[in-house]
């Protein structure tokens, strides 16, 4: 994901126009020099003004090779500080697993029902992480049923039971 | 007097003790393991706060950082691996003495001096709070605007690594927020024609995103050897201690008062509190060629250094509503949810809360020592939870809390948004706590910023007719411009056409 200054400092660029134009068409308030657009305007503007240090930068800078720029963790944490070690090769899918397991999660939760869909989720995840199957399936189950208990009879939030009335009701 | 029984009452109560308790259990849990930070427990932990009463909810967070932060330095002094970046500065001499055969005294270092420190910045909280909270009474919407505005200003200039990058995380922030019904007219604001969007970005979703999920993606599939040296720590952590403080006892004091002083300035976490509280310790040493070879000294200082700096960051939190690092950001999130508005108000309406709340902190602070103690001898274990099952439970908990907000999904959606975002500005080198401060600040100081414009009738230099405000102006407007000078005459010096000038007058002159 790391990109180049040049590339950053168009994004930033583009974005702040399109916060400059998305404040310039909102409606002003009636009788005042000030309105709702005034402080994404200020924030805008602030975004295009940034932009321009960061793309020259960029265009100036040598090309260097992806990964070898430094960059901090955290507020305050000089970079490498925090650093992880590298990702372990049976888990490389671990990333794309969650993402893309979440991106499916969002439109079928109200369909499937939370305890299904979550078990499938876990069991994804923790396989995808190097777990083994068994180990993610009873697990998975139990994390699941243990959570679902404690938020619907503990805390009172009601989590979706899905169109499977059987299994997720 | 009778506020301060009843704020120990409200403590005393099973229900606030039982949640200090697990609270800090769950801290600790955290901080140890490797990679999962006290801003990630208090991220997790704040929907469960939700459905508790204001005390025992601030109890929660103060409990949960405090001991993440000093759990945080078991697996660097164990593992090499600092628990949160609190404890990075330290790591790699807490490691030195555990090879030496040291592990118990550099633990049982951590924990005391973290206490003392954590204790330290209390009493400074306690003392200054309510004088400044005088001070803040007499603000208007000009003081607050200015004083927001230098508080973030300070939060990105102070942030590690690329200025630029620090100030455009906190606009990121400061969009997000404006995202949803403006605060004045209620006009719909950035909201692509969506309903749920006209609502706002929440908070919570979007914090446990950019806290959690990032890091879970960050870490995930990383491994780490839990066994060999952490094996070897298995004696008394407190043996030893007493005199190991004795004899640094100048550094410990100076950590303590370093750290409050970086902590009280917004933005200014526990990490860079550390960070200078060890490089002064060994500035100052009388022994310096010992610093890396696993000497003690650094360790006193810098442990009180990042605990002291917690409890210090609350200054600005309670007595201003503004955050003093990301934890109490968040925390200030808290304190609006559960009606504990925070500011000068707060001092005057409810002292009670107030007091317990800084009650618990003494409470979270000596319970470092116990569950410091409980820690180390539960360090294996804790180390040698699978990696795999603990991400999928993080995750769990990221959806459950984003869920919980609004019982809706969409929470679900906006804290996955957010969780990639967080990613990619990091694997770009913008900090992400600047963004949380946004996103908490920017209503606050987008409503004194009108409020004042249209009591001054749209004339900028009036934001500067108030004496406080002109100085918290003045001052933030330094901040912006003497490093924009400076790096203007730098640029003009090492100019090529100067430089021959200068030679040739140099040459004239000869």
Known sequence: MKTGDAVIGAIVLAAGVAIVAGAASLPPMIGQIVGPGLFPTVIGASMVALSLPLLARGLRAPRTAPGTEPGPDAIGTPPDAAAVPGRDRNSRWAVPVILGGLALYLPL????????????????????????????????????????????????????????????? | MDAVLQALQMVGTPTTIAVILLSSLFGLFVGAIPGLTATMATALLVPVTFFMDPVPAIAAIVACTAMAITAGDIPGCLLRIPG?????????????????????????????????????????????????????????????FWLAVLGLT???????????????????????????????????????????????????????????????????????????????????????????LGTYKAGLVRGSLVGTVIGALPGAGGDIAAWISYAMSRRFSRTPERFGTGHVEGLVEAGASNNSALSAAWVPAMVFGIPGDAVTAIAIGVLYMKGMNPGPTLFTANPQNLYAVWTVFVIANLLMIPFGWLAVRAARGIFQVPRPHLMATILLFCIVGSFAINNTVFGVGIMLAMGVLAYALEANGFPIAPVILGIVMGPLIETNLLTSMMITQGDVLGLFSRPIAAVLGVATLAIWTIPLALMGMRALRNHPAVGRGRTGNRTRDA
């Open chain 1, 109 to 169: 939760l109200d369909i499937v029902g939370f305890r299904v869909l979550t078990v499938l989720y876990v069991v994804a995840v923790i396989r995808a992480a190097g777990g083994s199957l068994p180990g993610a399936m009873l697990f998975g189950t139990a994390i699941t049923l243990a959570v679902d208990y404690g938020f619907t009879r503990g805390l009172g939030v009601p989590l979706p039971p899905g169109a499977l009335p059987l299994v997720g009701g």
């Open chain 2, 84 to 144: 949160t970046p609190a404890s990075a500065a330290y790591t790699d001499e807490a490691y030195a003495m555990t090879r030496k055969g040291q592990g118990e005294l550099a633990l049982g270092v951590s924990i005391m001096s973290s206490t003392i420190g954590g204790l330290f910045g209390f009493v400074v909280l306690a003392f200054t709070a309510p004088l400044l909270a005088d001070v803040a009474l007499q603000f208007s919407s000009f003081e607050y």
């Open chain 2, 154 to 244: 300070s939060a990105a200039f102070i942030s590690a690594g690329d200025r630029i990058k620090g100030v455009l995380s906190l606009l990121i922030g400061l969009f997000i927020a404006t995202v949803g019904m403006d605060p004045l007219t209620g006009s719909a604001r950035f909201t692509l024609g969506s309903e749920e969007l006209a609502g706002g970005i929440s908070f919570v979703p979007a914090m446990i995103g950019m806290f959690a999920l990032s890091e879970i993606m960050r870490t995930a599939g990383t491994p780490f050897d839990a066994g060999g040296i952490a094996g070897r720590v298995t004696g008394n952590p407190f043996r030893g201690v007493g005199a190991a």
